[in-house]
């Protein structure tokens, strides 16, 4: 009975990693064929027959074709948050943390580009799971709103302390506004997408920087009244004052 027990435990991680490769090689193969066949075109079937493995597998690992974008969202989002380590842990300049936190997302991206807009067609629909601010998509978020929480934080710059705990979410807005730039950007390696980040880091972290001025304290909480009650998720976090937007 202890050597079957033991069996069972060694052969954990061996059961683990088949089924992260499997999980992975459904996930690539869907990425190619909405590539190739665009989004809408792909079914839960070709992508299984592709992968080499049966529907009903294919379902075990993804329950449906939006959960196969979300695999994909969350996979940029642990990409990214490695790919902006050294920045994060470097350079304390606002300015050069906000440029490396963004160009690092469009360097993790760029494989992609050629069928971002498959996915964004889809996105832009308020109601779909795919919606970067549906319920469906929260880990991703939250995911890319902690890197520029950390971005804010470790920075030489401290922002307004009323201001401080929506600026990271603000953050995230600026960089799916980006991401919509990038998306339609066909300049040769998405350059214009690239530059537009080089003009608006300064511009974001000198924002940051002026919002501690006295003077500047009445715009201030006119800004945090409008992101309490505008910003998606940040309704019950306004309501008990300042504090970390819900996701």
């Given at each position: 009975m202890v050597k079957e027990e033991k069996n069972v435990q060694e052969n954990r991680p061996a059961r683990a990693a088949k089924s992260e490769q499997t999980r992975t090689l459904i996930l690539e193969t869907a990425l190619r064929l909405f590539a190739e066949r665009g989004y809408d075109r792909t079914t839960m079937r070709a992508i299984a027959q592709e992968a080499g493995v049966s529907v009903g597998n294919a379902y075990y690992?993804?329950?449906?074709k939006e959960h196969l974008v979300q695999?994909?969202?969350?996979?940029?989002?642990?990409?990214?948050?490695?790919?902006?380590?050294?920045?994060?842990?470097?350079?304390?300049d606002l300015t050069a943390r906000i440029r490396g936190?963004?160009?690092?997302?469009?360097?993790?991206?760029?494989?992609?580009?050629?069928?971002?807009a498959q996915f964004f067609k889809n996105a832009a629909d308020p109601d779909s799971p795919l919606s970067p601010f549906s319920e469906d998509s929260s880990a991703a978020r939250e995911a890319a709103i902690s890197i520029h929480e950390r971005c804010l934080t470790g920075a030489?710059?401290?922002?307004?302390?009323?201001?401080?705990?929506?600026?990271?979410q603000l953050m995230w807005l600026m960089q799916m506004g980006?991401?919509?730039?990038?998306?339609?950007?066909r300049s040769e390696g998405a350059e214009r997408s690239r530059r537009l980040v080089e003009r608006t880091a300064p511009i974001a972290a000198r924002a940051v920087a002026l919002s501690r001025f006295r003077v500047l304290r009445p715009l201030v909480r006119q800004v945090h009244g409008l992101l309490v009650e505008f910003l998606?998720?940040?309704?019950?976090?306004?309501?008990?004052?300042?504090g970390r937007p819900v996701g």
């Open positions: 690992y993804f329950s449906s695999g994909f969202y969350d996979r940029i989002a642990g990409e990214h948050a490695t790919a902006v380590r050294p920045v994060l842990e470097g350079d304390r936190v963004l160009l690092g997302w469009l360097e993790v991206a760029e494989p992609y580009h050629r069928f971002a030489d710059i401290k922002s307004d302390p009323e201001l401080a705990p929506l600026l990271p980006l991401v919509l730039y990038w998306v339609y950007d998606p998720g940040t309704a019950t976090a306004g309501a008990r004052g300042p």
